[in-house]
């Protein structure tokens, strides 16, 4: 065989495999290549503000929580920095008379909060499972011990120690309120306590006060009884109304006031604009009196006689009331020993969901059980208010003087 001919042949057999590999309009065995499935994207972890239980907005700072007493006796009010609060608390002290502590998540964006007033242990016991700074002036001596024995340092900030901590307001004052209704905290002074002590503010709360529904999903509609209007009677002369407005959603806050003989809208200062809260929880339980030791004395060391300091009993738990959107719903709570944060939960034993937004929570004592009052449509909870003792307001002034 020619060298011609054998490089003809070979380009003629090259040609030929190169045919073969080449697929024709529906000929050979080739299969189409797998489409790749698209990623599944990954949900962000629920992760709300732990207070409100809203989503995190880009403005929202991570710190350990803040915990105001602020003054309520009938001439203290109005009250300031009540509606930046997140959760206000009401609860009866001496002579009848109720105090609010009011709990804030961003201390440093604070204004004016007060009047500052003295801590109590119904107050401290409730909300030390959450580790918040605590600022009160005084504080009952039972206050202190449980302070003392949970070793609460300097997360406990009393204005009588840190004279920097709060101002008396000279308007206040050439006005002739009390000097016990004219002390004021700000997010300022806060934030100079915390660099002079070097307290850790970054410990915040790792989970929510209360099992909020889930802010990716919608509100839940509550069941229960229509609750448009309702009447909280903590004593004689201390009563707290709310009033729904559908359009806000949310609940409008008024009080009897003892010293002028009438209910009043409830209204924070700094902007004179009334308070409103989207959750209402209403929790009852039995209220004492601690025995009187003696040695309640005044400047001049003579015995101001029996404070009347009360005692809440969080050991057993008990029946309360969540409300929200225009609804009541009957509920069961449990608190227990100092350390132990609140539990609520429905009617059949589940845990109670909240609809996220800023909370009021009362505790009131059985004895009120009866005066308690929700009404729909047909009617306004102040007016199912029983009679005032017309006394209740000097009485009031004299027992909150024999308090610390």
């Known amino acids: 065989m020619t060298k011609r001919l054998f490089a003809l042949l070979l380009c003629l057999a090259l040609s030929l495999t190169a045919l073969a590999g080449c697929g024709g309009s529906g000929g050979g065995d080739s299969q189409p290549a797998a489409a790749t499935p698209a990623p599944t994207a990954t949900p962000e972890p629920y992760d709300p503000d732990p ?28 009250q300031r920095g009540i509606n930046d609060a997140d959760v206000l ?7 009848g008379i109720t105090r609010f502590m009011a709990l804030f998540n961003n201390y440093e964006a604070l204004g004016d909060v007060g009047p500052v007033r003295s801590a109590r242990d119904q107050f401290f016991r409730l909300v030390m499972p959450f580790q918040p700074l605590y600022v009160h002036i005084g504080r009952s001596g039972i206050t202190q011990q449980y302070i003392d024995d949970v070793e609460y340092g300097d997360l406990n900030l009393d204005g009588n120690g840190f004279d920097d901590l709060i101002y008396r307001d000279q308007n206040r004052l050439s006005q002739n309120y009390a000097y016990e209704h004219t002390a004021f905290t700000t997010g300022e002074r806060l934030k100079s306590y915390v660099d002079w002590k070097d307290v850790d503010m970054s410990r915040d709360l790792s989970s929510p006060i209360f099992d909020f529904v889930d802010y990716r999903e919608p509100s839940r509609s509550l069941g229960g009884q229509d609750a448009l209007s309702v009447g909280i009677v903590h004593s004689n002369s201390y009563r707290t109304y709310f009033d729904y407005d559908v359009i ?64 809440v009993n969080y050991d057993f738990g008990g029946l309360g009331y969540y409300i929200n959107g225009g609804k009541a719903e009957k509920i069961h709570w449990e608190k227990g020993p100092i350390q132990y944060a609140l539990m609520l939960t429905d009617e059949a034993g589940n845990s109670l969901k909240v609809n996220r937004g800023r909370s009021y929570v009362a505790v009131v004592s059985l004895e009120e059980y009866d005066n308690f009052s929700i009404q729909g449509a047909e009617g306004s909870a ?23």
């Open 248 to 311: 806000s959603n949310q609940y409008r806050m008024s009080q009897y006031n003892s010293h002028k003989g009438y209910i009043e809208d409830t209204v924070d200062e700094n902007t004179g604009e009334q308070t409103a809260f989207d959750n209402l929880i209403v929790l009852f339980t039995e209220i004492t009196t601690y025995p009187y030791p003696g040695g309640n004395l005044d400047a001049n060391g003579n015995d101001k006689g029996d404070p009347d300091y009360k005692k």
């Open 382 to 404: 102040a007016d199912e208010s029983v009679s005032v003792d017309p006394n209740a307001a000097q009485n009031e002034a004299a027992a909150e003087a024999a308090g610390e």
């Open 51 to 78: 207070l409100t239980g809203e989503a995190k907005g880009s403005d929202y700072v991570s710190v350990r929580p803040v915990a105001v007493m602020i003054n309520n006796i009938a001439q203290a009010r109005p």
């Open 89 to 95: 608390y009401e609860i009866m002290v001496e002579g």
